[in-house]
């Protein structure tokens, strides 16, 4: 499965931005997805994940209430919705598929896009 991630860019403290992954070519299948992140100088941590399998989501804690994960019906792209951003959400954000029955192994990558939030 191929990702593309897009939507970053610069936003200031308390905006909003909305990322996208698509699937290039096909659909996402049975695949959880989710959103990860790198902030500058730091290791790589969660963000969200949702199942298609109910539509199930998890989120780590830095983002419940602020950020939602959701996808089409088409199963073509998800969408990481960030609502009252603040500067420490500066980040890489990945978006991966993986393994429907253990949350923690992931398969395929995106290239990341970059969210930048102003203070």
């Known amino acids: 499965v191929q990702l593309q991630a897009s939507g970053g860019g610069l936003v200031q403290a308390g905006g909003s931005l909305r990322l996208s992954c698509a699937a290039s070519g096909r659909t996402f299948g049975n695949y959880n997805m989710g959103w990860f992140r790198r902030a500058p100088g730091k290791e790589r941590e969660f963000v969200a994940r949702?199942?298609?399998?109910?539509?199930?989501?998890y989120y780590a804690d830095f983002v419940k209430g602020r950020f939602t994960i959701s996808g089409d019906n088409a199963k073509t792209t998800v969408y990481l919705q960030m609502n009252s951003l603040k500067p420490e959400d500066t980040a890489v954000y990945y978006c991966?598929?993986?393994?429907?029955?253990?949350?923690?192994?992931?398969?395929?990558w995106g290239q990341g896009t970059k969210v930048t939030v102003s203070s």
């Open positions: 949702i199942s298609w399998s109910g539509g199930r989501t």
């Open positions: 991966a598929a993986g393994d429907p029955i253990f949350p923690s192994t992931w398969y395929y």
